[in-house]
């Protein structure tokens, strides 16, 4: 089977659009050579090419393709311009079921030439995020400029051009030729498979396979820095990067001076990794190390003397410029730049910066007491929990908004509590964070997260479909993490109602504020059903239920999750459907069907013991429920199991004495009456 590979090489590729691009290549390849059959696709993605090879069919098969045209009784007209569309004569047609058909025989296509047609159109719809211009005489766009195009059909060119009437395509055409790295082996190499490409690429210091460059940054950097006892702080986001940087990856070691080990760890990191891409190293403690690991593009003739004296050279500048900053941060107290706030603008509805801290710093004070903090300690971490939006440090890197102001509310003399409060109250900032489970910082991190939830959804911010520019959904699945993950007992309604207060008076009874607990309600499910739990049973314990207590929520859950995971249970949900659906059709007959059922009316044994059943155990769920005795509830519910077998065995409902009818549709009701208190038993799968 012919394979084909092929290549677009081009001026380098920002990192972060790498992999996609590799990924649209095979899906829009796949789809355009679909009549050849294409397999066993590998892409490959790097700084300057990205690439796919895959085996096809020799041929697109030949067929017979049916135009129908129109009916017999159509007028000659129509016929007539069936025909001129087609430039076929009335004896190429024939009568089939009414109308006229045009049949034609369609030759097979040699793959080669159908690659040819299909390429340029696919390369010209290319869906880059953003793509550029160069040069005269061609619309043709891509991620940068494209160089040069390789395609191989089985060891052969197969042949195409960009070019489109008077648009020149910039003069692109298919060849077999590519190249290698481009400082130490440039200039153009002819290849003929993509085994051949590999190799070629390969002896001249290119790695296509962002995989395998992956893991040599990764396996490379690890090795330097156990050589000296140390390990490289996890970050594979960094070593993604660094391989869509670089073709043929060298990793190094350098040296930190030590007049820069006593800045902050954070800093350090930061500073490394967002201006030069370098890896932090710790020593076997935890603590800093005084060395660095970073990534050459290339294997330096002279070991790599040069090149790591070049980068601590430039890491030098770099901390130095942070040391700058640390040292000109701490003149002055976080309590000094408070008042700065109030003069960078948060959103145009919600006021500054300083309004949106006092709104939390009243809000930590409400929200102290139910998490076990100490009111004066919340509110003062609150009041300065965005002062060091004003450091110079958290301007040149704001990632390290939180983290700059514990360490300078450490060096003002703040209480511990304080200053871990302030570096905790962004998180969790991603889905594998921590949350924080000191009291003062869960009172300050809900504070800031419900004030955003507040805040935006009063101000008709809420998030719409894809879009989420103030990440509420985030912070909505913090606050839920927060609350899970310290088993906190807050009626999260009440404190939606108690934050809105501290809004500008025309927000207060926003209309969208409603939307809050259900908004947080599906974030809860959405986090769930990512955790492989079972979120078609909170869906269930929430219909009607206006509870916004996230861990008694849970809690039921849990219990009726239980509860169904046994055969008792599983019974019991199949007979409450079974009820349900009963009352339903019948309601709608002459419903409904409420009210105590008339003991006097019982004909059957099994009618007697349901009723004696549910008259014990609807108020013992009533009583557990109250008492948040969920799983006990759960229990004498599903002690219900046997009774209601026996009952839908020998009851037949829809009696044909009409009173009995009414009777037993009451009874049903009751049950139903009682499930309802658990759940809604419909929204449960299975």
């Not at 009549?35 to 697109?60: H, K, N, Q």
């Not at 929200?367 to 509110?379: F, L, N, R, S």
């Not at 969208?512 to 990512?530: H, M, T, Y």
Request: charged fraction near 25%; proline fraction near 6%.
């Amino acid at each position: 089977m012919p394979e084909l590979l092929l290549e677009l090489f081009s001026e380098e590729i920002p990192a972060r659009m790498q992999q996609r691009a590799a990924e649209d290549l095979q899906r829009l390849l796949t789809e355009a050579l679909s009549p050849l059959d294409p397999r066993d696709a590998r892409t490959f993605a790097g700084p300057r090419r990205i690439a796919i090879s895959l085996e096809v069919d020799a041929t697109v098969p030949g067929s017979t393709v049916d135009e129908r045209g129109p009916r017999e009784s159509a007028p000659d007209k129509a016929l007539a311009g069936f025909m001129r569309k087609h430039g076929v004569e009335r004896d190429a047609l024939v009568l089939e079921n009414g109308f006229w058909v045009l049949r034609r025989d369609v030759p097979a296509v040699q793959a080669a030439a159908h690659i040819a047609v299909t390429i340029p159109a696919l390369l010209r719809r290319f869906p880059w995020p953003k793509s550029m211009r160069w040069g005269v005489g061609s619309s043709f766009t891509w991620v940068r400029p494209l160089r040069r195009i390789a395609c191989v059909l089985d060891g052969q060119v197969v042949p195409f051009t960009l070019a489109e009437g008077d648009d020149n395509g910039h003069g692109l055409v298919a060849a077999n030729l590519t190249e290698g790295h481009r400082f130490t082996a440039p200039g153009a190499f002819a290849v003929t498979g993509t085994q051949d490409w590999l190799s070629g690429l390969r002896a001249r210091q290119v790695e296509p396979c962002a995989v395998a460059r992956r893991t040599t940054i990764a396996e490379g950097v690890a090795r330097l820095a156990a050589e000296e006892g140390l390990g490289v702080v996890s970050d594979p986001a960094l070593i993604d990067e660094v391989a869509g940087l670089t073709e043929w990856p060298v990793p190094f070691l350098g040296q930190i001076d030590d007049e820069f080990m006593t800045l902050p760890p954070e800093v350090m990191q930061v500073s490394m990794r967002v201006n030069q891409r370098y890896f932090a190293l710790r020593n076997a403690d935890g603590s800093a190390a005084p060395r660095f690991a970073f990534v050459a593009n290339m294997e330096p003739s002279d070991g790599g003397a040069l090149t790591i004296a070049g980068n601590e050279r430039v890491l030098r500048a770099r901390f130095a410029d942070a040391r700058h900053f640390w040292d000109l941060d701490r003149t002055h107290t976080l309590d000094s730049r408070v008042a700065q706030l109030d003069r960078i603008v948060f959103h145009a509805s919600l006021g500054s910066q300083g309004e949106r801290v006092r709104r939390i710093v009243r809000l930590a004070g409400l929200i102290a007491p139910m998490v076990g903090a100490d009111t004066k300690q919340a509110e003062r971490a609150a009041l300065l929990c965005k002062a060091d939006l004003t450091t110079g440090m958290v301007g040149e890197f704001p990632e390290l908004q939180g983290t700059m102001g514990a360490y300078y509310a450490r060096h003002d003399g703040e209480d511990s509590a304080v200053a871990d409060a302030i570096g905790a109250h962004y998180m969790p900032r991603g889905q594998h964070d921590g949350v924080p489970h000191a009291p003062v910082s869960i009172a300050v991190a809900l504070a800031d997260k419900i004030d955003s939830l507040v805040a935006f959804f009063a101000a008709g911010e809420k998030p719409g479909g894809s879009g989420d520019p103030y990440a509420l959904r985030r912070a909505a699945l913090g606050l839920i993490r927060i609350i899970r993950e310290n088993h906190l007992r807050l009626d999260l309604a009440e404190i939606f109602v108690m934050a809105a207060h501290g809004l500008p008076e025309n927000l207060r009874l926003a209309p969208d504020l409603d939307l809050l607990p259900q908004f947080v309600a599906e974030r809860l499910r959405v986090q769930l059903r990512n955790e492989g739990a079972r979120h078609d049973i909170l869906a269930a314990v929430s219909v009607g239920n206006t509870d916004t207590d996230i861990t008694r929520l849970l809690a039921r859950s849990d219990a009726l999750a239980d509860m169904l995971a046994t055969e008792d249970g599983r019974n019991l949900l199949a007979a409450t459907k079974r009820a349900a659906n009963i009352l339903r059709i019948e309601d709608r007959k002459d419903g409904p069907h409420e009210g105590a059922p008339d003991p006097a009316l019982y004909a059957q044994d099994e009618e007697r013991a349901l009723a004696d059943a549910l008259a014990h155990t609807i108020p013992a769920v009533e009583s557990a429920i109250s008492e948040e005795r969920f799983a006990d509830a759960m229990r004498d519910v599903a002690h219900l199991r046997p009774v209601l077998d026996r009952f839908f065995e020998d009851v037949t409902v829809n009696a044909e004495d009409a009173a009995i009818r009414r009777n037993r549709l009451r009874l049903l009701s009751e049950l139903r009456r009682m499930t309802v208190l658990i759940a809604d038993f419909s929204q449960i799968e299975g």
